[in-house]
T-cell receptor
Framework: GQNIDQPTEMTATEGAIVQINCTYQTSGFNGLFWYQQHAGEAPTFLSY????GLEEKGRFSSFLSRSKGYSYLLLKELQMKDSASYLC???????????FGKGTRLHILP | GAVVSQHPSWVICKSGTSVKIECRSL??????MFWYRQFPKQSLMLMATSNEGSKATYEQGVEKDKFLINHASLTLSTLTVTSAHPEDSSFYIC???????????FGPGTRLTVL
């Protein structure tokens, strides 16, 4: 079966840095996604990693280790608007599907 | 990033009626689109994969006769919820893959309420 694990909730302070981890065990692998989802809204694309390593995009960075089945999303200089759920998702090779984890609800404190 | 639109953004209908939801990729061609459903405080659940010019592939437990999918062009997929019932009330979100870049983007979602 397919399994994607990430923490249910995390809390961090405005201006700080937070790392959200994701581990996966899937029948195949063809890329890992991170999305941000605010309550009542659709997910917004943040990053897409296919190869090992770190990809940086402004305040957000995403890391992938395929051998370990592990990824993390790093958020720097946290702002109140970063309070949201962060979804880790894996594209399972062969059928093009993307399977989602249950998401991590991030709370930002002033 | 790429833009995916969805229409309508919300709909309220009576039990037994059918509702059609449109999903369009606005600045790229999408040979593959996906339909998800999300209940409150739960994760996105993939319902089906929509392939341009061929039949959709449904996930286990999703009734293909109830959720009709048509992917008639490279930029448009439609989901029709037939004979809707209150338990079909949910947030329906489409997604389209940009095959050139491999990235996948979501539409803004359609909130369906069946009375």
């Amino acid at each position: 079966g397919q399994n994607i694990d990430q923490p249910t909730e995390m809390t961090a302070t405005e201006g700080a840095i937070v790392q959200i981890n994701c581990t996966y065990q899937t029948s195949g692998f063809n890329g890992l996604f991170w999305y941000q989802q605010h309550a009542g809204e659709a997910p917004t694309f943040l990053s897409y990693n296919v190869l090992d390593g770190l990809e940086e995009k402004g305040r957000f960075s995403s890391f992938l280790s395929r051998s370990k089945g592990y990824s993390y999303l790093l958020l720097k200089e946290l702002q109140m608007k970063d309070s949201a759920s962060y979804l880790c998702a894996v594209r399972v090779s062969g059928d093009d599907k993307i399977i989602f984890g249950k998401g991590t609800r991030l709370h930002i404190l002033p | 990033g790429a833009v995916v639109s969805q229409h309508p953004s919300w709909v309220i209908c009576k039990s037994g009626t059918s509702v059609k939801i449109e999903c369009r990729s606005l600045d790229f061609q999408a040979t593959t689109m996906f339909w998800y459903r999300q209940f409150p405080k739960q994760s996105l659940m993939l319902m089906a994969t929509s392939n341009e010019g061929s039949k959709a592939t449904y996930e286990q437990g999703v009734e293909k006769d109830k959720f009709l999918i048509n992917h008639a062009s490279l930029t448009l997929s439609t989901l029709t919820v037939t004979s809707a019932h209150p338990e079909d009330s949910s947030f329906y979100i489409c997604s389209a893959r940009d095959h050139q870049k491999g990235e996948q983007f979501f539409g803004p979602g359609t909130r369906l309420t069946v009375l």
